[in-house]
């Protein structure tokens, strides 16, 4: 007989200090732990009232008799200490402390967990004042959108823009002035190169993956000649050039992007050539306009150096023929180092292999 009158005081003790809750957010989530990364049991909607276990609430005998209290600023001073009053909540979602939930059940009457910021417990006395009703600045579960909805939704399109800036080595095409003496030695050092760019996304792609722009790129480059009559030559030049590119993504992932570009050039090359022999020194400056279509694939390593990506590139630079014209049209002094009928530099149709490393920055 005691024991059941002892299980019977603990039920009916648990059962007084059990409180209902209002569901505050648009949809609440009932836990199968104290932690928003367990099991998801089941859903709640605003306005629902659920059963909140009593270990929540506070049985102390030290708390007010809200009855005998008028003044809610009476109330307020008692409850300071116990009662949780919320602001307005914008932290993380995420939570793993056992005390920022309440105990529950769900529709099978199993234990379950909410998130104490997300209920208001109906105390049905003066302390509902203490609480807000609404405390989100923004409800993290309203997935609602206001009307009017955004223009073409839900295909709706982000506007994006990048820029890179890359450096990159190649070798440089074999073709130099027609030099009339006997050539022993020939050595072309390796042609040095920056690219700077600005891209937008298409208007025609909703997906975000074809960008337009136009880009900027110079290269720089030597070649040294030795002759059989002790003379020596060195050529020195430099491209600078311009024009639209086109990309496309064709792999976007969480690290890494690939993409495929194109790109038509305007190019302006100058090449200085400087002779001498054992008793003569003469430089001539040859300049002209050309084109060189380039395809390439580029290798983005995402967020590496904080919002700017790594980025790797591997182009080809395809030379349409042109020449490069004497522009000081200086008369030929010695025969042996100039070709009175051929005084021109010949580009011919080439392609030429390029890798660059550098940054961009999406925004």
């Not at 949780?84 to 939930?101: A, I, K, L, M, W």
């Given at each position: 007989?005691?024991?059941?009158?002892?299980?019977?005081?603990?039920?009916?003790?648990?059962?007084?200090?059990?409180?209902?809750?209002?569901?505050?957010?648009?949809?609440?989530?009932?836990?199968?732990?104290?932690?928003?990364?367990?099991?998801?049991?089941?859903?709640?909607?605003?306005?629902?009232?659920?059963?909140?276990?009593?270990?929540?609430?506070?049985?102390?005998?030290?708390?007010?008799?809200?009855?005998?209290?008028?003044?809610?600023?009476?109330?307020?001073?008692?409850?300071?200490?116990?009662?949780?009053?919320?602001?307005?909540?914008?932290?993380?979602?995420?939570?793993?402390?056992?005390?920022?939930?309440?105990?529950?059940?769900?529709?099978?009457?199993?234990?379950?967990?909410?998130?104490?910021?997300?209920?208001?417990?109906?105390?049905?006395?003066?302390?509902?004042?203490?609480?807000?009703?609404?405390?989100?600045?923004?409800?993290?579960?309203?997935?609602?959108?206001?009307?009017?909805?955004?223009?073409?939704?839900?295909?709706?399109?982000?506007?994006?823009?990048?820029?890179?800036?890359?450096?990159?080595?190649?070798?440089?095409?074999?073709?130099?002035?027609?030099?009339?003496?006997?050539?022993?030695?020939?050595?072309?050092?390796?042609?040095?190169?920056?690219?700077?760019?600005?891209?937008?996304?298409?208007?025609?792609?909703?997906?975000?993956?074809?960008?337009?722009?136009?880009?900027?790129?110079?290269?720089?480059?030597?070649?040294?000649?030795?002759?059989?009559?002790?003379?020596?030559?060195?050529?020195?030049?430099?491209?600078?050039?311009?024009?639209?590119?086109?990309?496309?993504?064709?792999?976007?992932?969480?690290?890494?992007?690939?993409?495929?570009?194109?790109?038509?050039?305007?190019?302006?090359?100058?090449?200085?050539?400087?002779?001498?022999?054992?008793?003569?020194?003469?430089?001539?400056?040859?300049?002209?306009?050309g084109i060189t279509p380039t395809i390439g694939s580029n290798l983005k390593f995402l967020n590496?150096?904080?919002?700017?990506?790594?980025?790797?590139?591997?182009?080809?630079?395809?030379?349409?023929?042109?020449?490069?014209?004497?522009?000081?049209?200086?008369?030929?002094?010695?025969?042996?180092?100039?070709?009175?009928?051929?005084?021109?530099?010949?580009?011919?149709?080439?392609?030429?292999?390029?890798?660059?490393?550098?940054?961009?920055?999406?925004?």
């Amino acid at each position: 007989m005691i024991l059941i009158y002892s299980l019977t005081f603990l039920f009916v003790s648990k059962v007084c200090l059990a409180m209902n809750g209002t569901v505050l957010p648009h949809q609440l989530t009932l836990f199968s732990e104290p932690n928003t990364k367990s099991k998801i049991l089941q859903y709640k909607k605003k306005g629902d009232v659920i059963y909140i276990h009593g270990k929540d609430i506070s049985e102390s005998p030290h708390e007010p008799e809200f009855e005998t209290l008028d003044d809610i600023d009476q109330i307020d001073s008692a409850y300071s200490s116990i009662i949780r009053v919320e602001g307005e909540v914008e932290d993380t979602p995420h939570s793993d402390n056992e005390e920022d939930f309440y105990k529950t059940l769900d529709r099978s009457g199993a234990d379950a967990y909410v998130l104490k910021r997300h209920i208001k417990l109906i105390y049905k006395d003066k302390r509902e004042g203490l609480e807000k009703i609404s405390p989100f600045a923004t409800d993290e579960t309203d997935y609602r959108l206001e009307e009017p909805l955004p223009k073409g939704y839900p295909f709706v399109k982000r506007k994006l823009a990048t820029g890179f800036f890359e450096f990159g080595i190649g070798p440089q095409i074999k073709s130099s002035y027609p030099y009339p003496a006997v050539q022993t030695k020939e050595r072309y050092r390796i042609r040095r190169g920056v690219h700077i760019g600005y891209m937008r996304n298409a208007n025609f792609d909703i997906q975000s993956r074809f960008f337009v722009g136009a880009f900027f790129q110079a290269h720089f480059e030597n070649a040294e000649f030795e002759f059989s009559n002790s003379q020596n030559s060195l050529e020195i030049g430099s491209i600078f050039g311009a024009g639209p590119i086109l990309s496309y993504d064709a792999y976007k992932g969480e690290k890494l992007d690939i993409s495929f570009y194109a790109a038509i050039p305007i190019n302006y090359e100058k090449r200085i050539i400087q002779q001498e022999d054992l008793e003569n020194f003469e430089e001539r400056i040859f300049s002209g306009f050309g084109i060189t279509p380039t395809i390439g694939s580029n290798l983005k390593f995402l967020n590496v150096l904080g919002s700017w990506h790594l980025t790797a590139s591997f182009e080809l630079l395809t030379y349409l023929p042109y020449y490069l014209r004497n522009s000081n049209n200086f008369e030929v002094d010695n025969g042996n180092f100039w070709d009175e009928e051929q005084d021109y530099i010949y580009r011919p149709f080439r392609g030429v292999m390029s890798a660059y490393i550098g940054v961009s920055s999406t925004f």
